[in-house]
């Protein structure tokens, strides 16, 4: 465990998003509900002109619901509508204007760099030709966590189970400690061809952790 | 004697006796025990089987004893059961002063917690009072050579008679106690090594029962041997895209059916779900050796694990490691709860496509090709795929189908078996006081209860399925269902084409039916779940998948969903509330109870709907009852009338 990690913590608003989860040539494509590493880096590479910037993100419960949106892909080919195809996505609660979250940059020249453009717009997830995906990050606060469980407003350390999606190598850089792992892949690029992904282990939701207070859906109780 | 097996099931033989009856014919049974039979007087033969020493177990406390010196090469054995049936047991009596003396209470049959009466009214009939049934009884004990005879031999009787005759200790049927003791006693004996002075477990000698076993959860004498009693749920990785996707379900069956064959005595006992397994520590066998075709099979398990000295092992783990916590002395005993959720994952990294369906694995290089559909999936999921084509009738079907899924909470089952079990203190002994029932429900042990409950459930899962397909099949011609889809080895699911739109009607009455049958008393507050999911043929099945195994609410336990529109939960007497509302002669119109629930999105208030309700005479009283008796919001009602529609055409026509 660390001794300590610098955090900067932002707000996320967004309309839509289609966070896909990694099922293809389906004609239904259901939605997950937190923010997977590699798509909080992705879309932050984006925006800063490829810069490397570790975040992870969680959606606030409750901000948001799920709709369905039918789309019929063309083929470039022909031109012609093969399967109407049946994404969900999540959009904002009834009577909310946004779905809100939270993401976590791990703190670093990079990341610091993107501070003073903040609030920014990103785009995230899928559809975004289909207009999905806008979302606009605004600066809660620089926040550390450390060991223990120190005041307010440091963020303690906890074992709990995980509730988002992060590839291994990033892990002790959270200062997360894989106790008993749901294992998954993400995608990652390739670094012997960056038009090309490649799938890295990763820790899933579910998985025992001991981790910042705020990575964690429920403390574990137990021995 | 030598060449025949001991076998501990033989250890509660007395418990089906008439020992008033046969004491009139000269034969007296003391005890558990059958030694101060005059076989040769009463022309009876005495069996000479090592099993004939499993009754001493009651009397066998110490391996130096006298009564292990009586038992000579079979006090080990004898030593094990003792240890084996105060494991299996209901109750605790040693932790448990008595409040009322049980000798001058009445007896009774076995009474399951979750039913209103005793399941045999006839039980004593089982008994064994003559002479003759006695004597054959001895002849099966001298000549059984395999303890699964045992309860097939006296499944009847067994099944009828419960481990304790006084109320309000009746409540574990003698089949599963005797059985329980026969799996823990060959688990132990496989375990143990045997030494001159003693026996050895983990490389913990000893020679005396409470050595190995430890004492009461709030004292300090530690107990040598550690036991573990493992729950194991067995989730799917898959994600079910294609019908055949459904074979899943078939493989885990197959995986968990081969565990409980390789281990059967381990294997406490199986659900469609989830694995209930018995180990101890240093015993050569660990959890991690039951699991491990289930993790190697890809299968995602969330396992609970109660390690600790083999007095405090009981199922409801929760309970006993809060009681464990707030007792003193714990730094000197040994009682751990753990959770993990375990899957595995060979590869840091890969190149190329990942497999589509359970995402945790390369691609296989060729795509598995389907309707001009490709798809990339690994070896593990082709082969399921290729297992055999299961769904030939959902997937020819144009119309739209209903998915039925029963569930068992087993989580919840261990919290309410205690209440159950308080309701039933109280009942059978109607002058006891609180202190004294608590005192009851702290001495209780559910793990006998609840393997009779598993049973229970088992059958019933198996009657609500066979129910609900004849039932369908069996309605006149334009409405009957032509098909009905079953998965071998797991009934909980079943699918079938909407005809009608009385099918869910037909599901939800049934599954309340069987559930007042099989556990009236758990109607209120139910572990066992029903939930409905209805769709276009064509739905995403994963989608039906998810809704199904959603977390239900144990006071609602139907759920109803129905594809892209809504879903809602019901109790019982909601349900019925609501039928009966619904077969009023002049129910309320469509329109009036969309204009409800498009307010009630609206405003956000209950008191708003109320008066909106109210506004409209002919709804008035039929919704008061719904709104204030049953508490059924407004768009619930509407989602039920929806699935009506059926009623009101007819109704029209």
Not at chain 1, 192 to 218: H, T, W
Not at chain 2, 268 to 283: C, D, I, N
Request: proline share 7%; aromatic share 10%.
């Amino acid at each position: 465990m660390p001794a300590e990690i610098k955090l900067v913590h932002l707000n996320l608003q967004a309309e839509s998003l289609v966070l896909g989860d990694r099922i293809k040539r389906q004609t239904f494509r259901p939605c997950i509900d937190t923010l997977p590493s590699s798509t909080v880096a992705g879309a932050l590479a984006e925006y800063s002109g490829g810069r490397t910037i570790l975040g992870i993100g969680f959606l606030r419960q409750g901000s948001y619901s799920r709709a369905l949106f039918v789309h019929s892909p063309r083929s470039q080919l022909t031109g012609v509508s093969v399967l109407p195809l049946t994404v969900e996505c999540l959009i904002p609660r009834h009577g909310a204007r946004f779905i809100e979250g939270d993401i976590y940059l791990l703190h670093s020249s990079d990341a610091a760099a993107l501070v003073p453009h903040l609030p920014l717009t990103i785009h995230m997830g899928a559809l975004r030709y289909k207009g999905f995906g806008r979302c606009t990050l605004t600066l809660n606060q620089l926040t550390r966590c450390a060991p223990g469980r120190p005041s307010n407003p440091t963020i303690p350390f906890v074992r709990g189970f995980f509730r988002g999606r992060i590839r291994e190598p990033e892990l002790a850089a959270f200062g997360i400690t894989v106790v008993s792992p749901r294992y998954g892949y993400l995608a990652e690029p390739d670094p012997n061809n960056p038009r090309k992904v490649r799938y890295r282990r990763a820790i899933m939701e579910g998985s025992l952790v001991e981790a910042p207070q705020v990575f964690v859906s429920e403390e574990y109780r137990y021995d | 004697m030598s060449d025949k097996p001991y076998i501990a099931e033989f250890h509660d033989l007395a418990k089906l006796l008439d020992k008033d009856a046969l004491g009139t014919l000269g034969i007296k049974v003391r005890g558990q025990r059958f030694d101060e039979i005059d076989y040769g007087a009463l022309s009876l033969s005495k069996p000479s089987c090592p099993s004939w020493y499993a009754p001493y177990c009651e009397d066998l406390k110490s391996l130096d004893s006298k009564v292990a010196r009586d038992c000579g090469k079979w006090a080990a054995d004898v030593f094990l059961t003792r240890i084996a049936d105060r494991l299996a047991a209901s109750f605790r009596l040693a932790e448990f002063e008595e409040p009322l003396d049980k000798r001058t209470r009445t007896i009774a049959g076995w009474r399951k917690i979750w039913k209103d009466q005793v399941e045999s009214p006839e039980w004593q009939v089982r008994l064994i009072s003559s002479k003759e049934a006695f004597s054959s009884l001895l002849g099966f004990w001298d000549r059984c050579a395999n303890p699964d005879d045992v309860s097939d031999y006296l499944k009847r009787p067994l099944s009828a008679i419960p481990e304790d005759k006084a109320p309000p200790y009746n409540i574990t049927s003698l089949y599963s106690h005797l059985r329980l003791v026969g799996m823990i006693y060959r688990v132990l004996r496989s375990a143990v090594k045997t030494l001159p002075a003693g026996l050895s477990l983990g490389g913990e000698d000893v020679s005396q029962a409470t050595q190995a076993m430890g004492g009461r959860v709030d004292e300090s004498v530690r107990g040598n041997w550690i036991g573990t009693l493992t729950l194991v749920d067995v989730g799917i990785r898959q994600h079910l895209s294609r019908l055949r996707d459904l074979n899943v379900f078939v493989k885990r069956e197959h995986v968990m059916r081969q565990i409980e064959a390789t281990f059967p005595d381990h294997v406490l006992y199986r659900t469609p779900e989830s694995l209930l397994l018995f180990t101890v520590l240093g015993g050569g066998v660990e959890p991690s050796n039951l699991t491990a075709p289930l993790l190697q099979e890809g299968f995602p398990l969330d396992v609970q694990h109660l390690e600790a000295e083999l007095g405090l092992l009981v199922s409801d783990f929760e309970r006993q490691w809060l009681k464990f916590r707030a007792s003193k002395g714990v730094a000197s005993r040994h009682l751990f709860l753990r959770q993990r959720p375990l899957n595995e994952a060979a590869q840091d990294v890969f190149h190329g496509k990942i497999c589509e369906v359970c995402q945790m694995a390369p691609s296989l290089p060729q795509p598995w090709l389907k309707d001009q559909i490709e798809e990339w999936l690994c070896e593990g999921c082709t082969g399921i795929r290729q297992l055999h084509e299961p769904a030939i009738d959902i997937s020819d079907w144009q119309g739209a189908t209903l998915w039925v899924k029963v569930s068992l909470d087993r989580r919840h089952l261990t919290l309410q078996l205690p209440s159950l079990f308080e309701y039933y203190v109280k009942e059978s002994l109607p002058g006891v006081n609180p202190d004294e029932a608590h005192r009851f429900v702290e001495a209780f042990r559910p793990l006998a209860a609840e393997t009779d409950f598993i049973r229970d459930y088992q059958a019933f899962v198996q009657e609500f399925q066979s129910q609900l397909c004849a039932q369908l099949k069996g309605l006149p011609t334009e409405t009957a269902i032509p098909w009905s889809y079953v998965l071998r080895g797991y009934p909980e699911l079943t699918v079938l084409p909407i005809v009608s739109n009385r099918e869910f009607l037909i599901a939800c009455e049934t599954f309340i039916r069987n559930l007042h049958t099989f556990f009236p008393r758990c109607c209120g507050d139910s572990p066992i779940t029903l939930a409905l999911s209805l769709s276009p043929g064509k739905y995403p099945y994963q989608e039906h998948w998810r809704f199904l195994t959603r977390k239900p609410d144990p006071k609602r336990p139907i759920s109803i969903q129905r594809a892209f529109d809504f879903d809602i939960a019901l109790s019982s007497p909601q349900f019925r509330a609501l039928r009966d509302f619904l077969d009023n002669a002049s129910p309320p119109t469509s329109a009036s109870l969309h204009h409800l629930a498009a307010l009630e999105g609206d405003l956000d208030s209950p008191t708003a709907i109320l008066f909106e309700a109210f506004k409209n005479q002919r709804m008035r009283p039929a919704l008061r009852p719904l709104l204030f008796q049953h508490g059924v919001s407004i768009e619930t009602i509407l989602g039920f009338y929806k699935l009506t529609v059926w009623q009101e055409v007819s109704r029209a026509g």
